[in-house]
Structures are given as C-alpha cells and as structure tokens.
C-alpha cells in the first residue's frame, strides 16, 4: 500500500464517500476510486460495500481506518516535532471536553502563550468525551468521571463541589443550605445518563437512602439551567458552573461531600506528542488540582 492509496482509502473512509473525499483532497472522484480500488485489487480484499452512489466500511476496512487513524495522527506529530525542533510553536491539536468553563480558561492560556496553535474543541458529556479520544478524533480530554483504561493516561486538573440551586418560588430560596433529607421527594432536573455530576448525586442519593423526583432528564447544562429558571424543579450542578441570575439561588447540601473531580486525559501511545505535553502543562497551571 503506498501513501497515495492509503490517503485516499482514509479520507473515503473519514469522510463517507469517494465524492466528498476527492473534495477534500483536490483530486478527480474517478482517481479516488481507481485508488482503492487498486488497494483492494492488490491485496484481494474488500474495504468498502457499493450501495448505489453510497459506500459503507466493510468489517476489513473499518480494521484498516483504525490503522490508518492512528498512521495520520504520528505524520501529525511528526510534524510537530520538526516544527518544534525548527523553532515553530505551531500546530493543531483537536480538545474534546465535558463543557465550556474549563476548556476556556486553558485555550486561553494556551493562546496565550502559542498563538499559532490552532485548537479545535468538541463538547459532550464524560462518555461521549472518552469516546472521542480512543476513536482519535480527540487529541486530548478534559473529563470527569473516568473508569481505569489501560489504554490511556490521566492527569488530574481541578475538584469542584455539586451543589442544588432553586428558583425564587421555591421555599428554599431564602435558605443557604439544606440537609440530604431535606431532597426527599423534591422534584429534580437532571442531565442525561453519563453525566458526572449526575452520577456523583445520584450516588450520594443512594448511599442516604434518598428519593427524588426526577421531573425531566435534559442533555445539557445550560438546558437545565434555564428549566430551574422556568420553575421546573431543583437543578443539581458543579460550583463553578452555576451562572448567576437574580431569581436563581444556590444552596449548598450541609452534611454531605458531593464533588467531582476532573482529569486531562490522553493516549498513552501518543504520551511524546509535543502538542499534548503543552496543553498538560498549562492546564497545570490553570487547574485547582
């Protein structure tokens, strides 16, 4: 398989389609096709299934765009390295992150310090985040909850507290704090399955023996900001990522520790990246670790 095959194999397979490959590449859609199709003649194999105009990875080839992922992102830092070693500070380094407060403080600093770095940044929930970084559409993760992966390496970046906030109609909100009892029954606005923040209060719910009344299940935080706002019910959310509002209040739960804890995370494989051991230092210095 030589470099032009694999380029055209991959950016078919990134993209979903010969037509949008050639594209991105700048190249005729028939000379796309004659590529992988060499690449399939040569080898006896089939990497993608002819449905129509439409093409789909076989079981072979979504093997292959594995391989071909992880060769792209070692060009990539190959790059890096010469550029670093030329006395470049540039780069582009993809940041997949559970919200918008942290990874803004750090892009900043990183901007700060690099401004020829280019950084793109995908948002989601813990889950959908970890998932990112092992598909390699992620360089690296800011995430919460995580479950121990050999596969990848966590530094730890900052601790925040859950809180509860309530709207103005609410009887707590002349209150600055309430006990775990108190949640009893109370109706709740929770973010989706996969949220750490949910998971930290759910689980500190079960451990007290505690039963809320889940009211709505919404997939973001401002979302379920603006559903507390609205009078729905009690929000449940990190500190910092409460957003002040004159009919909104905080109150912190006084005989419980509820908090979570965020990490940076990132490919092991990919631990000498250039870009990604710059990000971790500054985030260093960001993070209340």
Do not use: C
């Amino acid at each position: 398989m030589n470099s032009t095959q694999r380029r055209s194999f991959h950016t078919s397979a990134e993209l979903g389609g010969f037509t949008a490959a050639a594209k991105s590449l700048r190249i005729s859609q028939p000379t796309i096709t004659a590529q992988v199709r060499e690449l399939e003649s040569l080898y006896g194999v089939e990497l993608f299934a002819r449905r129509g105009r439409n093409v789909v990875l076989t079981s072979v080839g979504e093997e292959l765009y594995e391989m071909t992922k992880r060769i792209a992102h070692l060009e990539g830092e190959a790059r890096e390295f010469l550029q670093a070693h030329g006395g470049l500070q540039a780069g582009h380094l993809n940041l997949a992150a559970v919200g918008p407060f942290h990874a803004t403080d750090v892009l900043v600093a990183l901007k700060t310090q690099y401004p020829e770095i280019q950084v793109s940044v995908q948002l989601g929930n813990s889950q959908r985040t970890l998932e990112r970084l092992l598909e390699f559409t992620a360089d690296v993760a800011m995430i919460a909850h995580f479950e121990d992966d050999p596969r990848v390496e966590m530094v730890p970046f900052s601790r925040h507290k859950v809180i509860v906030f309530v709207h103005a109609d609410h009887p707590w909100f002349s209150r600055k704090s309430v006990k775990m009892k108190d949640l009893e029954g109370q109706d709740f606005v929770l973010r989706e399955q996969g949220s750490t923040t949910r998971l930290a209060f759910e689980t500190a719910l079960d451990e007290a023996g505690i039963s809320i009344n889940p009211v709505v299940e919404i997939g973001s935080r401002e979302a379920v900001w603006k559903a507390v706002e609205q009078g729905i019910g009690i929000g449940a959310v990190a500190d910092f990522e409460f957003v002040p509002h004159p009919r909104l209040r905080t109150v912190e739960i006084s005989d419980a520790e509820i908090s979570t804890s965020y990490q940076i995370a990132y490919l092991k494989e990919r631990s000498n990246s250039r870009l990604i051991q710059t990000l971790i230092r500054i985030a260093r210095t960001v993070g209340n670790s």
